[in-house]
């Protein structure tokens, strides 16, 4: 059964959702048989290619049936890394036109937002990366529209940026996955088929710069905001640093929207001038309501801002899982009483699921596989125990088993076959299989696997590092100062190793009470193997560093200046990027130590 592709031009409307949710209730049912036909496909389509010629050599599929082939392939192409793939994604960016990867020819290259490992990586992108996008894009709506019906013909306040694009040595062209879809056609479709628009045009979008996009996204959202129908943005990150230049430049954007204007000292690339200036004309009215709601948000330290200034508003719309549940506080602050909806699952090599239950908070969102868009395997992990020692992670694993013999409550990495040229690859991400929805696995995004904090023994991911964070930063609440931001570093330069965290706060907050914070960060680490090297004394002790203002704007700084988009932006963790550290060091006004062991 094929993707529901007609609509009665209301992408809202009852037969599109019932068409596209239909079909995924179909795929889902089947999801085993779905799968084997799926990796099918993609062997079919890609059996000359020199990768899987090299690993299955002359050996037929065509008459296979589906478990003997799904059996042959697993036991014939090894697992791989991005490392494996590496060589044959460079020699088609140096422009190799032979199949190496896929008959379809690829030309266009994603890049990865290099947080998890202080680099981009290159990912093949081909037509089938934005009909997926498209798609996947297409049922969460369909989904979401059950629970918050809006409005044919509305808008949708944005906050997307593109990176700036480039040409590899073999002419093809490079940038972030998000930028190549906002300028796909589809994009295009994905619109006219919801009957929902975004406020900015293609000018603003594409900029490069990205204070200038913010500026002008709220600018054009504020100018329409009776028509907004919902606030998005690809990660929760992009919209609190929107709001929270909103804090600043409100003034500004009331003078423009009162004279129909764009103040030149803040824009100043002439295409997104004329683009906005083309579109807006002069509200003062406008101006004038927005300009007394601001002042009385102040005076509420921004509390609700969404519903007072987009009033018709339904909803705020972001990935809001892992490395973003730090921001879920602030997002709470401004949305108000609005909801939360935890957008989808995915990375730059392939989408994965979908939330089919938008009503839930984000903290309980799971993800159904589309079990069509790659053959999914699942690696099962489980923590090592205390004596157990790795330089790679806390997690020992099994053989890798289909999409189809999951178990509830086991933890698994995901392992990808995709359309685009990647084969048994290791995605790193670490997974609950949290329910299922008629065949096919809910998942609960645990953490990135390579995010880790570890010295000797001691092994603490992402996720262990985010409790230990929400633990210290209760005392910092009390005080009434605010948590922006923060990241951490294992220092093993300096003997005994230690654990390096870096707060940034906005508000004052006494010494002792971040000695306190320190302390109390220290002793919430449970991992056995840090307990018992603090103990030990073999670890040292745990070291909070406080940053000014400011310092994590430079870290995204230094990332999109580096071809990141905004929209792709996460805040690593956990670096070990000494430019990273560099910053962090630099823009370091204060130095604690636990007390904790001692």
């Known amino acids: 059964m094929e993707a529901a592709n007609n609509t009665n031009g209301n992408g809202y409307g009852n037969n599109y959702e019932c068409d596209i949710i239909r079909w995924f209730e179909y795929i889902s049912e089947n999801a085993g048989e779905v799968q084997r036909e799926t990796l099918r496909r993609i062997l079919e389509q890609n059996y000359d290619v020199e990768y899987l010629k090299k690993r299955l050599g002359d050996t037929k599929i065509q008459d296979m049936d589906g478990c003997e082939?799904?059996?042959?392939?697993?036991?014939?192409?090894?697992?791989?890394?991005?490392?494996?793939?590496?060589?044959?994604?460079?020699?088609?960016?140096?422009?190799?036109?032979?199949?190496?990867?896929?008959?379809?020819?690829?030309?266009?290259?994603?890049?990865?937002?290099?947080?998890?490992?202080?680099?981009?990586?290159?990912?093949?992108?081909?037509?089938?990366?934005?009909?997926t996008t498209l798609q996947i894009f297409r049922l969460a709506a369909a989904y979401r529209s059950r629970v918050y019906p809006i409005r044919e013909g509305g808008r949708i306040l944005e906050f997307i940026y593109s990176s700036k694009q480039f040409k590899t040595k073999g002419g093809l062209t490079a940038g972030t996955a998000t930028t190549h879809y906002y300028a796909s056609e589809e994009f295009k479709i994905k619109q006219e088929k919801t009957k929902s628009f975004t406020c900015s045009p293609e000018e603003v979008i594409s900029s490069g710069e990205y204070k200038q996009s913010t500026y002008c996204h709220l600018l054009l959202g504020l100018f329409f905001s009776d028509q907004v129908e919902f606030i998005t943005s690809t990660f929760a990150y992009s919209i609190v640093q929107a709001f929270t230049a909103f804090e600043e430049c409100w003034q500004d954007i009331c003078i423009d929207i009162r004279q129909g204007s764009l103040s030149s000292s803040r824009i100043t690339l002439p295409k997104m001038r004329k683009a906005v200036l083309d579109t807006i004309s002069p509200k003062p009215y406008l101006a004038s309501k927005i300009d007394v709601a601001c002042k009385k948000l102040e005076s509420l330290d921004w509390f609700g801002l969404v519903p007072k200034l987009w009033p018709n508003a339904k909803y705020v719309y972001s990935i809001m899982t892992g490395s973003m549940q730090h921001y879920l506080k602030k997002l709470r602050h401004y949305a108000g009483d609005l909801p939360l909806v935890s957008a989808d699952y995915g990375s730059t090599e392939s989408w994965i699921g979908v939330n089919v239950d938008p009503s839930l908070p984000p903290e309980d969102v799971t993800f159904a596989v589309i079990p069509t868009f790659s053959y999914f395997e699942f690696i099962p992990i489980h923590r090592r125990k205390q004596d157990c020692n790795s330089a790679i992670d806390d997690f020992i694993e099994d053989e890798p088993v289909p999409l189809s013999q999951v178990k509830l409550g086991q933890e698994y990495e995901i392992v990808l076959t995709s359309f685009t040229g990647l084969y048994r690859y290791r995605l790193g991400d670490v997974v609950e299989v949290a329910g299922f929805h008629k065949g096919t696995p809910k998942l609960n995004f645990v953490c990135r696997r390579k995010l880790i904090l570890t010295v000797n023994i001691d092994k603490n991911t992402e996720k262990d590092l985010q409790l230990v964070v929400d633990r210290g930063s209760q005392l910092l609440n009390k005080t009434g100062a605010e948590l922006v931001d923060f990241t951490s570093h294992a220092d093993i330069v300096n003997q005994p190793g230690h654990y390096i965290i870096y707060w940034e706060i906005k508000g004052d907050v006494e010494e002792g009470v971040l000695n306190q914070c320190c302390r109390e960060m220290d002793v919430s680490f449970v991992d056995p193997g840090y307990v018992v090297s603090r103990r030990t004394n073999s670890i040292g002790p745990l070291e909070l560093c406080i940053v000014k203002r400011g310092a994590f704007r430079m870290i995204l700084d230094y990332f999109v200046g580096n071809g990141a988009a905004l929209s792709q932006f996460k805040t690593p963790r956990c670096t070990s990027n000494q430019v990273l550290v560099r910053i962090l060091n630099d823009w370091t006004i204060k130095r604690f130590h636990s007390t904790a062991y001692c």
């Open 69 to 131: 082939m799904e059996t042959l392939y697993t036991s014939l192409v090894p697992l791989a890394s991005h490392a494996d793939l590496e060589p044959y994604v460079q020699r088609i960016a140096d422009g190799d036109t032979a199949s190496l990867l896929t008959q379809e020819p690829i030309t266009k290259l994603s890049l990865s937002s290099g947080t998890t490992e202080g680099r981009q990586k290159y990912v093949p992108f081909t037509k089938h990366s934005s009909q």
